[in-house]
Every structure is written in structure tokens, then in C-alpha cells.
């Protein structure tokens, strides 16, 4: 069993928003395979298929977030 965050992180270094939990999405849809930064630079490959909108409360949504199964923590970037 893998250990994920619930929270949201802000992230001042960050390009994208991010979670690794498919239920927090009030919609989505499949894109393609997407390049990213690492925090030293790097791009590498990962297994995003999906992006869309997370409601985090009554007023807050953020829109273009993508899931990444592989990640433990979700980022939102400010």
C-alpha cells in the first residue's frame, strides 16, 4: 500500500499543479503523454494521461491539474 498525502501543497517552484488522487476530480480528460521539469532541471518522461478540475472547497477550483499515479504528494502551484 503506497502512503499519499491528502493535502495540497503550494508550491512557489512549480510549473503545474498536481495530484495523485483520481477522486478529487470533479472532471477530466485524457491528454497525451506530457514532458516535465524536476526540481534540478531535468525533464523527465511520466505516465500522465489525465488532467482536469479539482474543487478544493465551495470557492476554490483549480483547473488544469494533472494526475500522476506515481506521485505521493499533490502541488498546487501558486
Known amino acids: 500500500m503506497r502512503k499519499v498525502s491528502l493535502f495540497f501543497i503550494l508550491v512557489t517552484g512549480a510549473t503545474d499543479h498536481v495530484t495523485c488522487l483520481k477522486n478529487t476530480f470533479i ?20 505516465n500522465v494521461n489525465y488532467a482536469g478540475t479539482v474543487q478544493l472547497t465551495n470557492n476554490l477550483i483549480i ?8 506521485f505521493t504528494l499533490n502541488i498546487v502551484s501558486v
Open 27 to 46: 472532471s477530466f480528460h485524457k491528454i497525451k503523454p506530457l514532458k516535465i521539469s524536476s526540481q534540478n532541471g531535468t525533464y523527465v518522461y511520466v
Open 63 to 70: 483547473y488544469d491539474v494533472y494526475y500522476i499515479y506515481a
